[in-house]
């Protein structure tokens, strides 16, 4: 248990960032679950830009290029891949780049940037011209 600390109770997301960034190599493997499709958990440990580790499940379906996906959670499988990230650093920062572009994609500025485009055609449309509204409001 040398290096090993539980944590009880709830921290602040920044804290929760800074110490999986702290991590070589962030693992989720979690198990098949019926009735759950994704897992909002695998955000913030993207945000640490540290490369990745998750099964292929249904949790993680909407990632490819940005995790190092296993078949499942046998610790066999989370060793050889931590390990394969271990020792090939540049497959590791190839993973992390593609995990922060996928990060800025799905921004908050850029989500609200694409729903401020995407009403104001609305209402172009429904006006029959031009909005009222600018595509940016900032």
């Not at 109770?9 to 960034?21: I, K």
């Not at 990230?85 to 780049?97: I, N």
């Amino acid at each position: 248990w040398e290096g090993v600390v539980l944590q009880e109770g709830y921290l602040p997301e920044e804290e929760v960032v800074r110490r999986l960034h702290a991590m070589d190599v962030n693992v989720l493997p979690y198990s098949e679950l019926r009735g759950v499709q994704a897992s909002a958990a695998v955000r913030t440990v993207l945000a640490a830009r540290r490369p990745t580790v998750v099964t292929d499940t249904a949790h993680f379906s909407d990632l490819r290029d940005e995790v190092c996906k296993i078949a499942d959670n046998a610790p066999e499988r989370i060793a050889t891949a931590v390990g394969d990230l271990l020792g090939h650093p540049e497959k590791a920062r190839v993973v992390v780049g593609n995990a922060a572009r996928l990060a800025e994609r799905l921004s908050w500025d850029r989500v609200a940037a694409d729903h401020l485009r995407y009403y104001a055609g609305v209402l172009a449309a429904a006006g029959g011209g031009r909005s009222r509204w600018p595509a940016r409001a900032w």
